[in-house]
């Protein structure tokens, strides 16, 4: 089956959705977002992506959804940076509602993660892979031999020396609005790496998350035991992983 299917993606700007064809993870069509809604309370973001689905009608089957929380059978159970009214709610059945068509429901790190272990930076990747998304925080997905450990949360690790959560010292929002330099943010990335190094030891680190787009500005300040590389899909990752999660379930009756 190869007809194109729904991927959405909600990030602390903008929802972004878009028609993704499973064997190469392209797009058919553009890419298409909306701004996410304040405060981006279920109801708002339901109204939001009705409007959004309507404008892509290439996509058939099953729609995915990628969400920054834990999601546990199939509901939000955390909100760091989302409306508290997310905790509890059947993110799957809100979509359904909002687009008519069966739907899932995942973590935005483990869509991202899914997309470049199936067709980006982790295809062929054995051992321990690391998935890092850098934006409004930091997300995680954990492979080991391609298969995901979901909700992994890494993000949310305290630093040691009093130095506070991970994604509050080392998040691409944390170098916008400190005005830091890519060498000196880097810095408080190795701090990171250097910290999930010593608890999990991947053979990988897949970058990810809007800032890799400027890799080859911070790339050479990074230092890790694991191999480093950058995501491929850069900005549709979470997309193209939230459809392609969708497809599997859809298929294995999940
Ligand atoms: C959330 C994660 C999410 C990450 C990236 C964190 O604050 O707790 O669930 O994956 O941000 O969006």
């Not at 992506?49 to 939000?76: D, E, H, K, M």
């Not at 973590?107 to 930076?121: H, K, Q, S």
């Not at 930091?138 to 979901?150: E, H, T």
């Not at 998040?171 to 999990?200: C, K, T």
Request: proline share 6%.
């Amino acid at each position: 089956m190869n007809d194109p299917v729904l991927g959405i993606d909600l990030g602390g700007s903008s929802i972004k959705a878009g028609a993704v064809v499973p064997a190469t993870g392209e797009l058919f069509g553009e890419l298409e977002s909306v701004p996410t809604p304040q405060p981006a309370t279920p109801a708002a973001v339901e109204a939001a992506l009705a409007g959004l689905a309507s404008r892509i009608p290439a996509a058939r089957g099953p729609v995915g959804f990628a969400f920054p929380a834990v999601v546990t059978q199939g509901r939000a159970r955390t909100a760091a940076n989302v409306d508290r009214a997310w905790i509890g709610t059947d993110g799957a059945a809100l979509v359904a509602r909002a687009t008519g068509r069966a739907a899932w429901f995942l973590n935005d790190a483990d869509a991202a993660g899914l997309a470049e272990m199936r067709l980006g930076a982790g295809r062929g990747e054995r051992g321990t892979v690391l998935m890092l998304t850098f934006g409004t925080g930091i997300g995680s997905a954990l492979f080991v031999d391609g298969r995901l450990w979901p909700n992994t949360e890494l993000g949310h690790l305290q630093l040691p020396d009093a130095l506070g959560e991970a994604e509050l010292h080392a998040s691409a929002r944390v170098r916008a609005e400190r005005g830091l330099g890519f060498e000196a943010w880097a810095q408080r990335v190795n701090l990171v790496l250097a910290e999930f190094q010593r608890l999990l030891w991947p053979d990988v680190i897949v970058v990810g998350g809007g800032v890799s787009e400027r890799w080859e500005e911070f790339a050479p300040h990074l230092r890790s035991e694991a191999r480093l590389v950058p995501a491929r899909l850069r900005q549709n990752a979470g997309v193209v992983g939230a459809a392609l999660y969708a497809l599997e379930s859809h298929a294995a009756g999940r």
